[in-house]
Each structure stands twice: as C-alpha cells, then as structure tokens.
C-alpha cells in the first residue's frame, strides 16, 4: 500500500507503507506516522496519479471539479 499525505507546505506527496520519514522538496522531514493520510491505493502509480490530482484540487480548483462531469 502507498499513502499520500500532505506537507505543511501543502505539497501533496505518497510514501510506501511502513516508509517512516520522508523529505519534502521544502526541506521538511516528514513522520509519515504523524501525517493524515489522505488516501490510500495499492500501487506507485495510482499514488502518484492521486498526488497530481491533490495538486490540481490547490492549485487549480476549476479543472479539477469539472474532470469528473466529461
Ligand atoms: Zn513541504
């Protein structure tokens, strides 16, 4: 299982399970432990297409609440 969390810098990130710290590209170390997850799923890729989709919903709120309506 991969889980994606956020930093407090509000990038959202994945780890593999059991993963006890990761570094974000602000330079924060992270407790994976400590973070709330915001999802779960079974595979890398899955992780990372969640991360874009997380990234799209702060960055550009728009054309990430009208991708599920085509
Ligand atoms: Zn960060």
């Given at each position: ?30 407790k994976v432990k400590e973070r709330r997850i915001l999802v779960k799923t079974e595979t ?27």
């Open positions: 299982m991969y889980l994606v969390f956020r930093c407090d810098c509000g990038r959202a990130m994945y780890a593999k399970e059991g993963t006890a710290r990761k570094k974000c590209v602000c330079g924060k170390n992270l890398a890729e899955e992780a990372s297409e969640m991360v874009r989709k997380f990234q799209e919903e702060k960055y550009g709120g728009a054309v990430f609440t009208t991708a599920d309506k085509i």
